[in-house]
């Protein structure tokens, strides 16, 4: 068996370098690893395995129930017990260690296969090595008065230890041991590839999206400009030109009221205290012009009178009250600058009415944001693309590759190129 196996590793001189493209390396390891007719190893040395096993149970269950030779029937009776002691302990040592091994059914025609051979022998090596310290004692004393039958389990006990070392040295010239590091290498080749891919991918799509979206930038550009060169958008500017006018008349009306209120401030403020109406006079002392506009019926000339009978109550002095008194008594000037006001709100809500018909402004509207729109993702895609650029160069397929080839050199001992 061992050397059927020093057979099949055999190293091959002076082969050209393979070639290997980058997507297929993982089955080309795996195809170059088992190759080498490594099934049958595993094969060989779990038949060897099964058949050490087997014996060694045996012989332990026997040693259990073998005589004392009569050779020794001499012996104290006290050394032949603690003899007897270490004999049992040694033979249902040895049985409950063979027990304990599992007998791999692997085809071993796989990477994965292949490293649990090796992984499963190193780990018999190490636990072959603690028996051997666990059992000496029981094994010096058994000798005594059981040297044959203990000496025939030490001795398959050796055959075991020599397949196991012998089958992981052998391993180890192959560099099986190493086997997962360039496993690990390829598999981070492939990440590096796919990365790339989905890097390059990315920047591809990116540099073609912009000129796409450049593209619908500037058609909606010139949709705003023909919008705003189109009769619907003259007709639409001059409504709003008309509004502001309108709206412009209505501020000097409102200023007009609010000089003519602003004027009676003290005294209307002091009115609301004692006056029968005093909330249409909350409303005017919290805000004339909206006071005045919600005045339908203009109660506001009632509650004037009210506070003109009463200006010697509220304590000004009679210049102060002579001045109120004529400004009350102007008070008529309110009714052409409340149906003026109404008149221009009323033109306002017909231009509004005129203004809400139209799309004009909603389109062009709808247009600006959508240049907006493009312009800040533009920008955005113009300052990603450097970026993705830079995370490509900085992916190091190069160093990968060369790595893998250097391993593959002193893993395999072949010589590969990868493309």
């Known amino acids: 068996m061992l050397k059927f196996l020093k057979s099949l590793f055999e190293k091959k001189k002076n082969e050209p370098a393979e070639e290997v493209k980058a997507e297929n390396l993982e089955q080309w390891f795996e195809a170059e690893v088992v190759k080498h007719d490594l099934g049958r190893i595993g094969k060989c040395y779990f038949q060897d395995l099964a058949r050490l096993k087997e014996q060694l149970i045996e012989k332990s269950h026997n040693l259990e129930k073998v005589d004392i030779p009569k050779e020794h029937a001499k012996v104290e009776s006290r050394i032949k017990n603690i003899v007897k002691g270490h004999r049992n302990n040694y033979a249902r040592m040895i049985r409950i260690f063979m027990e304990s091994i599992k007998i791999e059914e692997r085809s071993f025609q796989s990477l994965t296969e292949l490293q649990a051979l090796y992984k499963f022998n190193d780990k018999l090596d190490a636990r072959l090595d603690e028996l051997a310290l666990h059992t000496a004692k029981s094994y010096q004393a058994a000798q005594h008065l059981f040297f044959q039958p203990v000496e025939a389990i030490f001795k398959q006990l050796q055959e075991l230890n020599s397949l196991v070392k012998e089958t992981r040295k052998i391993l180890q010239e192959k560099k099986a041991d190493r086997w997962g590091e360039l496993k690990e290498a390829i598999e981070s080749l492939e990440d590096t590839e796919r990365k790339r891919t989905l890097l390059s991918k990315e920047l591809n799509e990116k540099e073609a999206i912009v000129p796409e979206m450049e593209k619908e930038l500037n058609d909606k550009e010139s949709e705003i400009n023909k919008l705003e060169q189109s009769e619907d958008y003259r007709a639409y500017k001059e409504l709003l030109r008309r509004k502001e006018l309108i709206h412009a008349e209505l501020k000097i009306v409102e200023q007009e009221i609010y000089s003519y209120f602003a004027k009676l401030s003290k005294p209307l403020k002091r009115y609301e205290r004692i006056a029968t109406n005093h909330r249409i ?14 005045d339908k019926n203009l109660e506001i000339f ?90 490509i160069q900085e992916v190091d397929r190069e160093k990968s590759i060369n790595e893998i080839v250097e391993k593959v050199r002193m893993i395999l001992g072949k010589e590969v190129k990868i493309v």
């Open 302 to 391: 009632k509650a004037l009178e009210g506070m003109k009978n009463n200006l010697q109550n509220l304590r000004f002095d009679s210049k102060q009250q002579e001045n109120f008194k004529q400004l009350v008594e102007k008070a008529d000037l309110l009714n052409p600058l409340r149906e003026k006001g109404t008149t221009l709100t009323e033109r306002m809500k017909g231009i509004d009415q005129l203004i809400g018909k139209t799309n004009i402004s909603r389109r062009i509207e709808e247009a600006n944001r959508k240049i907006e729109s493009l312009n800040n993702t533009i920008k955005t895609v113009k300052e990603e693309i450097p970026e993705l650029k830079q995370k």
């Open 281 to 294: 006079l909350e409303k005017y002392n919290s805000d004339f012009i909206k006071g005045f506009w919600a």
